[in-house]
DNA sequence: GATCGATGCCCGAAATATCGGACAAAGTGA
DNA sequence: TCACTTTGTCCGATATTTCGGGCATCGATC
């Protein structure tokens, strides 16, 4: 993205680019030396660059062993946005509703290019939380929601928009094009879709449609709970889920 | 903060922290001219810095109107940020369950200097919502929570601290220091403080303190209500507050 | 207490990113 | 239709920021 060519000069704007995405691969504090060496960008040249956004707080200093992470001000950006854009925010409503009075973790995903996005996640009451984190990719065919979020495709447009390596799942299984295809003209019928142990063996993950007035999928609203959940527990939720999406889809 | 020296030459990141910041202080999409002109950056300057940004989703194309604001990176690395300061990730869920069971708006705050900051807010159920942007500094004595945030000062160290201006309420109305000072002893001895048409004629702001190990106030959860809510659902709302706060300060 | 690695800062040199201005394209209004 | 404003891109010059290397400090390990 920020593409930095490692060993020349470069701006000071692109390698803030390639620091920030490397805090946000990571997901922890990172000393400085190792921002260096992992960006390619010089010792020197993060230091000047880590005052300028500590003072800005665009980073924070932790602990007081060197390490720098995230600060306020990407909060107080990052919140600018989700009220700017509608439909999400009228998606956090309903998100914290939908974890808040079933106690699961819910989600909200759109697509982003031609990889499922999590844009939302409100974890459950549970002890062991199944949740994923805010700005993850994942291949489309590896999600429930993603079942959804192309079933405006015909067919061979989908085998051309979803790269073929995203049909691995990461234990090696290869899903198959036709199930998969059968699996969103069954989830375009029933006006939901639930996938049991699909990236991994003990989750159950539920997803209705947000559509746009054209009928297009443009978001899903989600459950991801335990595979064990009761199928009665499963049929309410999910009858929740279409509530929600219905509410989504009408308020634009 | 990121002073730029207008007229002169500066470099890229300072640029777009002034940019980023005027955005945040406008909280509206604007036009690239008229970012140029706010914040003194050249305009050729100003289109090679949104591109980049565009590029890394730091900001979005609006519309096709040509204006830009806040993009989904922000929200990325905000998220990051809000999980990795273990009090306000704790706090989420406060201020979710709170707002959600209540129906009523929720917030939690803490001190950034010598300002009061609106850390989270969650909006209740109303028809009118009443609620603060995410980020805003207020000047302390203008807020219920500020009367428990600085209650570990001596009379002499809070009137060091306060800007003598921020006594000064929004109306031109001036707060007493004496009646402050008294506020903020019988808060520290009810264990919550409650306020009414302050900045304000028609909310009521209801605190109470989250404390350190050693019994200082590091930051406030508090319910913002109009002014004609009934005295015994006010009752149960500092209840529900106390209990909150008594659980993120017991959480660390 | 000596060695080693890591941290944080400083400085001079030069590679280059910023800036001003020019220009085409697209609106706007009369 | 023409005049005028606004938008977005391009280009060359130079003021400046990046970069590499050096140095003092600090802690850990032996």
Known sequence: MADVKTGG??????RVIALMEHLHGLRAPARIADI??????PRSTVYE??????EARWLELRDGDGMV?????????GSDYLDSVDLIRKARGEVTHLSESVGETAQFC?????????VLNEPGRRMFRLSSEIGIKVPIPWTASGRLLVDHMAPQ??????????????????IVEEEFLRDIAQAREAGFVRTTAL?????????????DPAGRCIATICFVVPADTEADQQAM???ELKASAARLSGAR
Not at 36 to 41: E, N
Not at 110 to 118: A, R, T
Not at 157 to 174: K, M, N, V, W, Y
């Open 9 to 14: 000069r470069a701006r000071g704007i692109d």
């Open 36 to 41: 260096a060496r992992d960006t390619g960008t």
């Open 49 to 54: 660059l880590v005052n300028t956004l500590v």
């Open 69 to 77: 992470y995230f600060g306020p001000a990407m909060h107080y950006y």
């Open 110 to 118: 759109m697509l982003d290019g031609d990889k499922y996005l999590v």
């Open 157 to 174: 447009e989908i085998r051309a928009f979803i790269p073929a390596e995203d049909f691995t799942l990461p234990d090696g299984r290869q």
């Open 199 to 211: 990236v991994d063996r003990f989750t159950t993950c539920m997803a209705a449609p947000v559509r």
């Open 237 to 239: 939720m999910i009858d």
